[in-house]
């Protein structure tokens, strides 16, 4: 048997055509597959007694070894073939020699099949001169030599429908159809065999390749139309390939499937134990990345996963190559040193390996932390479920690596993914108190007219030095300007690379430390970070990192209107990014002060030192304003720092949700909470009786009925008139007007120790 061959079933026969127990079950017989059976007699019958015209069906593919084949790929069309071979050998009265020569179609260790294969060749069967009513199988199992027990083999039972469904298209054929099969071959198949030279088909790689048990995904159908596609596409155009010479496209493909790209895909696959999800998710990831690079318009429904999808977009040469040097390239990978090379590259990418600072040293990626570096792994796993900016970032190393033919983690492709987890993370809008990315795959196209130009050699240079073309792009020039700031700073001391590294992978930065101006404060860097470091993490309560900012100038991130005032954001655990990310110039200036300050000092003394500037502070305070109760009193603050401004800087709120409508969830004036806290004692103030919803005014209440409403000229009081002595008026120097007395803040005491005193006076 030649490699690579056209060969028909008869041709085939002359080996012993052994069915691995490891194969599925025949399928085609079964009654569920009435359509796919019909299409395919159809097609059949249509060549030999209708067109007498030759049909290819495409690859067949398995190992020769002892004078047998082992099929891989194609047992169900061989199946059928066989019983068609059967059936006209009756039909057609065909001498006991040749048809005996069927009996070279076997199971392997599936007795009751192998036995039933037997018995068909080797009793004599009438073929009844009528159709339908299951006749012919009935003629069967009513055969003395038919064994009840051959029901529950369902190899059988599908054979027994094929044999019927066979018996209804062909009786009444005309007759030399025989002929047709075995001397004039007019059906066909391409015969690949895989335990050829230069294929060594080992019994460890079979077991791979048919991991998948005895249920087939669609995936396999795929494989054998897209071979058939690239055939027809690409039928004279030829590749080199490292074993079998310079041969043609689809070869190549149908080589790889079985052998490299087999072993790269099955020691990659995780828990799992088939790989034909893994591939078809690599496939179709690649696949829609090529398509929106390309069609740069196109909207994400444009791109769908059916078969006629990808025969346009592998159309263009261009994109097949691709998919079959990232397959090579990551193969080469595979096979360079360790068990796990494939994780252990990826994870490298993503490493920095300066150790000056004593920095993580790690590139964080997009979503979930916790799933570690390695991007083939993820694709693999999660497909098109991937987020979008890792497939992007994913892409970009494979052609990174394809263009520059490497196989290592040079520091070129260092810079070029950290530039792109960079730009990429800086395409997001403002959703009320959070960032979400912006990032839709299908408008790869736009970002790729950028992220292409930078793949080079050192791409922080070729950032510097030439002007990256953003015609097109929807990359921001502001976000291509930050980048080219930061690499001006490390071009110029290259030093100062590893410092930026590090404050960009500080959680709350994710890559965007424009706040830090960069350029202007490049010799402080160093300092920057340690106090960020050190302070901007759970170990220091939310309230200090706010209090520590708005004495150098913040006034919280404006986010927007609402029907009780504008709302402001002042930063919480877990999402400072949405205050030290972005553009707010108020922001920027307040932190390079602090940090500025700050880093003069050592890492024991900063908090202290912090401690020391708020007292500070509100000792210069002119006037008691609301900066000035937000640096005093810590219970401001909650898990949120969400507030709105209402009529003034006193009658505000401190929101208990951060969703789109924050007012649904209880709030509380911010001056009330810190009372009631100062009080600390549920039997006279509890918080919660203070709260309110939608546009209610949230009053300081407590349990001996006094109530307390925080305004700008201070608190209106309600309570019942006879409990206000006249000792009581003097000492507060209250103002009644209509049964309310207002309680304004004393020399000694301002609005917060004033109410705090005066609860628990009455008290």
């Known amino acids: 048997m030649n490699n690579n ?36 007699l159809d097609k059949l019958k249509d060549h030999l007694d209708i067109k007498n015209k030759p049909l290819n069906l495409d690859f067949v593919y398995g190992r020769k070894k002892d004078s047998s084949f082992y099929p891989i790929d194609g047992q169900q069309r061989l199946t059928t073939l066989y019983l068609l071979h ?81 018996h209804d298209k062909f009786y009444n054929s005309q007759s030399g159809l025989w002929d047709r099969l075995c001397k004039n071959r007019l059906i066909s198949f391409q015969l690949l065999d895989l335990g050829a030279e230069g294929f060594e088909l080992t019994d460890e790689l079979y077991i791979k390749m048919n991991a998948r048990g005895k249920q087939l995904t669609s995936f396999e159908n795929f494989k054998a139309n897209f071979i058939q596609f690239i055939d027809s596409r690409y039928p004279t155009q030829l590749i080199e390939h490292k074993v079998r010479g310079t ?19 099955w020691d990659n696959r995780g828990d799992e134990e088939i790989i034909d999800n893994h591939f078809g998710n690599y496939f179709e990831v690649i696949s829609q990345l090529l398509f929106f690079k390309k069609n740069v318009n196109a909207m994400a429904e444009d791109f769908n ?11 263009d040469e261009e994109n097949l190559l691709f998919l079959f040097k990232s397959l090579d390239k990551l193969y080469e990978i595979h096979c360079l040193k360790s068990k796990d090379s494939i994780g252990d590259f990826f994870n490298s990418i993503f490493t920095y390996r300066g150790n000056s600072i004593n920095i993580s040293g790690k590139i964080n990626l997009f979503g979930d932390s916790k799933k570690g570096s390695n991007l083939f792994r993820s694709i693999l796993k999660q497909g098109q479920r991937e987020d979008a900016r890792n497939q992007i970032l994913f892409y970009s190393i494979l052609f990174y ?19 792109i987890r960079n730009l990429l993370q800086a395409v997001r809008q403002r959703n009320d108190v959070k960032y979400n990315t912006n990032v839709r795959i299908n408008n790869f196209g736009s970002y790729w007219k950028v992220l292409e130009q930078l793949a080079t050699k050192n791409p922080n240079e070729t950032l510097v ?45 994710g890559g965007l430390i424009h706040q830090l101006s960069p350029k202007e404060n490049k010799d ?21 990192k706010i209090q520590s900012l708005l004495i150098y100038g913040f006034e919280g991130i404006y986010i927007k209107n609402s029907k009780m005032g504008e709302l402001y954001y002042f930063g919480e655990q877990d999402n400072w990014d949405i205050v030290l990310t972005s553009n707010d110039e108020t922001t920027s200036t307040a932190l390079v002060k602090l940090l500025s300050d700050l880093s003069k000092y050592s890492i024991k003394e900063i908090v202290s030192k912090i401690k020391v500037e708020i007292k500070a502070y509100m000792e210069k305070r002119s006037e008691r304003d609301w900066k000035y109760y937000f640096a005093k009193y810590p219970a401001i603050f909650s898990q949120n720092n969400y507030f709105v401004w209402s009529k003034n800087e006193f009658e505000i709120r401190l929101l208990g949700g951060t969703s789109s409508n924050p007012l649904i969830s209880y709030h509380i004036n911010p001056y009330v909470l810190a009372v009631s806290k100062m009080t600390d004692n549920l039997e006279l103030v509890d918080y919660k009786d203070c709260r309110q919803q939608y546009s209610g005014y949230s009053p300081l209440v407590t349990k001996n009925q006094i109530e307390m409403k925080p305004t700008y000229e201070g608190w209106e009081i309600r309570i019942d008139p006879e409990r206000i002595t006249n000792d009581i008026i003097d000492k507060y120097n209250l103002v009644e007007n209509n049964d309310i007395y207002l309680l304004k803040e004393a020399a000694g005491k301002d609005r917060v120790e004033i109410a705090f005193d005066f609860i628990q006076n009455l008290n």
């Open 401 to 419: 690596l394809i263009k520059f033919d490497d196989a290592t983690v040079s520091n070129g492709l260092f810079s070029y993914c950290r530039l």
């Open 465 to 509: 030095k030439n002007n990256v073309n953003l015609k097109g792009s929807q990359l921001s020039e502001v976000s291509l300007k930050n980048e080219k700031i930061k690499a001006e700073v490390f071009c110029e001391d290259p030093k100062k690379l590893e410092t930026i590294i590090a404050l960009e992978e500080l959680p709350f930065f």
């Open 247 to 265: 041969i043609s496209y689809a070869e190549y493909f149908a080589f790889n499937i079985e052998k490299e790209w087999t072993d790269l895909f």
């Open 5 to 40: 061959s056209t060969s028909t079933f008869w041709e085939l026969a002359s080996l012993k055509i052994t069915i691995p127990i490891i194969q599925r079950d025949y399928a085609q017989g079964r009654e569920e597959e009435y359509d796919k059976r019909e299409k395919f």
């Open 86 to 166: 059967w059936y006209l050998s009756l039909k057609e009265n065909i001498g006991k020699e040749d048809r005996e020569k069927l009996l070279n179609f076997t199971y392997d260790t599936r007795i009751s099949s192998r036995e039933f294969c037997h018995y068909l060749i080797k009793k004599n069967i009438e073929i009844p001169i009528t159709t339908g009513d299951d006749v012919l199988i009935k003629n069967i199992t009513d055969s003395h030599w038919y064994r009840a027990n051959w029901e529950y083999d369902s190899t059988i039972s599908a054979m027994l429908i094929m044999i019927q469904a066979i």
């Open 524 to 544: 402080k860097l160093n300092g920057f970070y340690s106090v960020l470091n050190n302070i901007w993490n759970s170990n220091h309560k939310d309230y200090l």
């Open 305 to 315: 996963s059916g078969f006629s999808s990808f025969n346009k977009i592998y159309e």
